[in-house]
């Protein structure tokens, strides 16, 4: 996971301020956000703010593309459907994506977010990003 558009995402300053990891063993990329007070939306529950959970499974997402190939800059959301299934609570939030399909211009991603069991998704997001391919070295 040595891809500087992955440093520039993670560097991006509300990126930054969440605090989000990524960590990859093999070909399986995860996201953490470690939980924070300032991820907290209703303090009375305490349950997570749903902007903080779909905005990290953009991120995830997005770094999941960059993570499976080589692109010339950071992908842009076209649309993107964030589902929300049960409040986050005050713990730390995983996610995973996984690209569907990835065009020359248009890849299709879809991710989910959970706390405890990944068969329990707090949220989930599906997505269709632009992207710019690199381009090849016909040299190698």
């Known amino acids: 996971m040595s891809n500087a558009l ?6 991006a300053p509300y990126v930054a301020r969440f605090g989000v990891r990524l960590e990859q063993k093999g070909d399986e990329l995860t996201g953490i956000l470690p939980y924070s007070e300032i991820l907290v939306g209703n303090p009375l529950i305490p349950a997570l703010h749903g902007g ?7 991120i995830v997402a997005s770094a999941s593309l960059l993570a499976g190939q080589s692109l010339e800059r950071l992908p842009r959301p076209i649309d993107v459907a964030i589902d929300y299934l049960r409040p986050g609570r005050a713990a730390d939030v995983y996610a995973r994506a996984i690209v569907n399909r990835s065009g020359r211009r248009v890849a299709n991603v879809r991710a ?29």
């Open 52 to 58: 903080a959970i779909g905005a990290f499974l953009e």
């Open 6 to 11: 992955i440093e520039t995402l993670l560097a």
């Open 112 to 140: 989910e977010a959970w706390q405890g069991r990944s068969g329990a998704p707090v949220a989930t997001l599906h997505g269709h990003f632009l992207i710019t391919p690199g381009r090849t070295d016909p040299a190698g």
